[in-house]
C-alpha cells in the first residue's frame, strides 16, 4: 500500500489555506463535487506539486439493499482516472431505501446510514462490494460510519462484522477513529475492543475529525477541533499498526489556515509518539483469521502463509486498470435467498420513520430516533442553503424553521437541487411567504430554475396523495 502520509479533506471554503500549508502529503475530495473533465485550479495544482489526491465517495449506499447504481460507479471511476488516484473510498452505509425491491416509495435520507450488523446485511454488502470492485478502475477502501442509533438484534460487533467483510471481499478499510469515538459514546461500543477484532493491516488510512456531545449524545460534526479522546483512539490504532496514511476531515466552520496546520501537527505528533511506544514501524499485529485480500505480491509484516492470497500494493497499480479482486467467484456466495428483500424492507420502514414521519420500527429507541431524525433535517436545510442560497437570502431567519417544518413530512426523493425546488414549490402554493415582495423573489427564483409556471390543481391534488402514500 503507498504510504500517503498525513493530509487533509480539500473543500472549496479552504482552498487557498490547503495549498499554503507548509507540509502537506496528500488531500481527500468529496467525489459527488467535483466533475471528472473540469477539476478546480486547486486541485490541478496540487497534483502539479505532487501531492496526492483521492476521491471520497457519499452517494453509492453499498450498504443498501439494491445493487450498486452503475452510473454512480462509473462517475467514480472516471474521478478517480482523472486525479490520477491511487484508490478511491466509500463508506459502509445505507443513503436510500424503498423502490420496486420493496414495493414502496422511493425514499433518500440525505446522509449516511448505519446498516445492521447481521448476516443478511453482510451478505447484501460482500456482493455490492464484488460489484464495486469489479467496476472499478482502482482499489476500493471502505469507512466505518458514525450512529447516533443501533439496529435491533444485530449478530455481529463492528469488529467483526468489518473483519468478515474483509475476509470475504479483499476490501481495504478506511478507518474512522472519531466515528469510533462517537459509537462509543452513543452506543457504548469500546473502540479498543473494535480495533482488537479488526485485521488492522487491510487498513488504507484513518479519518480524523471532531464533533461535540449534547445531552448525551455525540454528534460527528466535522466542524469542531479534534478532542484529545478522539486522539487516543488514534494513538490506540497507531500503537497496533503503521496507518499508510492519516487525514482530518473537516466541513465546516472552517478555521484559519494556522489552526488547520497546528491541527496535523497534533496528529502527526500523536501517530508518532504512539509508534515509539506500540508496535514496530510497518508491523501489524496478526489477524484472527485468515485475511484474503485479492491477488499478487506480499503481506506486510512477514512471509506470507500459504493459506492467504494477498493484494499488490497499490504502488502498481496503474489507473484505468482494474484493481484486483479478493478471490474466485465460487469462494463469496452471493446473498441467500430474500436476503436483498428483507434488508430492503427494513431499510426502508427506518427510513420512512426518519424522514417521512411514520411509525418507528419494533426494536428501536424511539427518542434516538427523534434525534436521527432532526439532524437528517437539519443537514438537509444546511445542504440545501448551500446548493441554493437565494433561498435564505430571500427567507431570511424563517429559512431554516420553515425548511424544517416541511422536511417533517416530506422526504427528499430526488436529491438537493430538487429539494430546493420542491420547498419552494411548497412555499409558494400555501401563499408565503408574507411578505409580498418576498414571494414575488420565490417565484421569479422557481421559475427561473423550474422552467415552467407552478403547478395546477389537479397536479397540486396529484402530488398530495403522493405525500400521503409516502406517510402511510
Known amino acids: 500500500m503507498k504510504e500517503l502520509g498525513i493530509g487533509i479533506g480539500w473543500r472549496p471554503e479552504i482552498a487557498e489555506a490547503v495549498e499554503a500549508l507548509p507540509v502537506l502529503d496528500w488531500v ?11 477539476l478546480p485550479d486547486s486541485l490541478t495544482r496540487l497534483r502539479e506539486r505532487g501531492v496526492t489526491v ?11 439493499a439494491d445493487r450498486p447504481d452503475p452510473a454512480r460507479l462509473a462517475a467514480l471511476g472516471e474521478k478517480a482516472v482523472a486525479l490520477g488516484a491511487p ?11 424503498g423502490g420496486p425491491l420493496t414495493a414502496s416509495p422511493l425514499l433518500e435520507a440525505g446522509h449516511l446510514l448505519p446498516v ?36 435491533p438484534g444485530e449478530e455481529l460487533t463492528e469488529g467483526q462484522f468489518l473483519a468478515e467483510l474483509v475476509e470475504r471481499t479483499g ?13 462509543h459514546v452513543n452506543r457504548g461500543e469500546d473502540p479498543a475492543k473494535a480495533l482488537s477484532e479488526l485485521p488492522v493491516e487491510a487498513i488504507a488510512y484513518v479519518h480524523v475529525a471532531g464533533g461535540v456531545e449534547r445531552d448525551g449524545v455525540w454528534h460527528d460534526t466535522h466542524a ?33 489556515g494556522a489552526e488547520l496546520a497546528a491541527e496535523l501537527t497534533v496528529i502527526r505528533e500523536t501517530v508518532t509518539g504512539a509508534r515509539r511506544a506500540g508496535a514496530p514501524v510497518g508491523r501489524a499485529a496478526a489477524p484472527a483469521q485468515p485475511l484474503l485480500i485479492g491477488a499478487g505480491a506480499r503481506v506486510s509484516g512477514g512471509p506470507m502463509p500459504s493459506a492467504m492470497v494477498v493484494e499488490r500494493d497499490t504502488d502498481d497499480v496503474t489507473p484505468g486498470v482494474p484493481g484486483p479482486r479478493a478471490a474466485a ?30 411509525p418507528a420500527p419494533e426494536g428501536f429507541d424511539s427518542r434516538r430516533l427523534g434525534v436521527q431524525s432532526r439532524a437528517l433535517a437539519a443537514k438537509r436545510a444546511g445542504v440545501v442553503a448551500k446548493v441554493a442560497p437565494e433561498l435564505p437570502g430571500i427567507l431570511g431567519k424563517g429559512f431554516r424553521p420553515a425548511f424544517l417544518a416541511y422536511a417533517r413530512t416530506r422526504p427528499m426523493t430526488g436529491g438537493y437541487r430538487r429539494d430546493a425546488l420542491d420547498f419552494a414549490e411548497h412555499l409558494l402554493l400555501a401563499d408565503r411567504p408574507e411578505d409580498p415582495a418576498a414571494r414575488r423573489l420565490l ?7 423550474s422552467g415552467s409556471r407552478p403547478p395546477g390543481r389537479a397536479a397540486r391534488l396529484a402530488r398530495a396523495a403522493r405525500h400521503a402514500l409516502v406517510r402511510r
Open 28 to 38: 481527500e475530495v468529496v467525489a459527488e463535487n467535483i466533475c471528472a473533465d473540469h
Open 54 to 64: 483521492v476521491p471520497h465517495g457519499v452517494s453509492l449506499g453499498l450498504g443498501g
Open 87 to 97: 484508490l478511491v473510498t466509500e463508506h459502509i452505509a445505507f443513503v436510500r431505501a
Open 116 to 151: 445492521p450488523r447481521t448476516r443478511d446485511a453482510l451478505d447484501v454488502l460482500c456482493e455490492n462490494v464484488r460489484i464495486a470492485q469489479d467496476a472499478l478502475p482502482v482499489p476500493l477502501a471502505l469507512e466505518n460510519i458514525a450512529a447516533l442509533i443501533a439496529w
Open 171 to 183: 476490501v481495504r478499510l478506511l478507518i474512522d477513529v472519531a466515528n469510533l469515538h462517537t459509537n
Open 224 to 256: 469542531h477541533p479534534v478532542p484529545g479522546a478522539v486522539l487516543d483512539v488514534l494513538a490506540d490504532l497507531a500503537s497496533r499498526v503503521s496507518p499508510p496514511g492519516v487525514l482530518l476531515e473537516r466541513d465546516d466552520d472552517f478555521p484559519p
Open 329 to 358: 467467484d465460487d469462494d463469496v456466495a452471493a446473498p441467500r435467498e430474500g436476503a436483498r428483500q428483507r434488508v430492503g424492507l427494513a431499510q426502508a420502514s427506518l427510513l420512512s420513520a426518519l424522514v417521512a414521519g411514520t
Open 443 to 449: 417565484t421569479e427564483w422557481w421559475q427561473d430554475r
